[in-house]
Nanobody, 127 residues
Framework: QVQLVESGGGLVQAGGSLRLSCAAS????????MGWFRQAPGMEREFVSA?????????NYADSVKGRFTISRENAKNTVYLQMNSLKPEDTGVYYC???????????????????WGQGTQVTVSS
């Protein structure tokens, strides 16, 4: 079992920055991949970014956030982060972190690969 709790969401103006955190408990944090997904109102949940099990592990990004968002993790703190810069109104949505306990190395983009999810944190970017 893995429990995930996101924090750091809020309201920010376009061009601003936010850093999301996801604290994990349960299984050994450094043994599985982590991902971030988001869901805008009326839209399906979509992939944002993912990182393999190591602190300096392999990362993946959606094209829409590449160059603006950075995923990282601190295994000693059981936490994964999403640094979001140059935010746009279209980045608005509920952001979820997720754990893929079956994957260590190549962090997947497909949300079906992830077996544990947090409750989500709201990010609102005003124009």
């Amino acid at each position: 079992q893995v429990q995930l709790v996101e924090s750091g969401g809020g309201l920010v103006q376009a061009g601003g920055s936010l850093r999301l955190s996801c604290a994990a408990s349960g299984r050994t944090f450094g043994s599985y991949a982590m991902g971030w997904f988001r869901q805008a109102p009326g839209m399906e949940r979509e992939f944002v970014s993912a990182i393999s099990k190591l602190t300096s592990g392999t990362t993946n990004y959606a094209d829409s956030v590449k160059g603006r968002f950075t995923i990282s993790r601190e295994n000693a703190k059981n936490t994964v982060y999403l640094q979001m810069n140059s935010l746009k109104p279209e980045d608005t949505g509920v952001y979820y972190c997720a754990a893929d306990t079956a994957t260590s190395w190549n962090p997947p983009r497909n949300q079906r690969e992830y077996d544990y999810w947090g409750q989500g944190t709201q990010v609102t970017v005003s124009s």
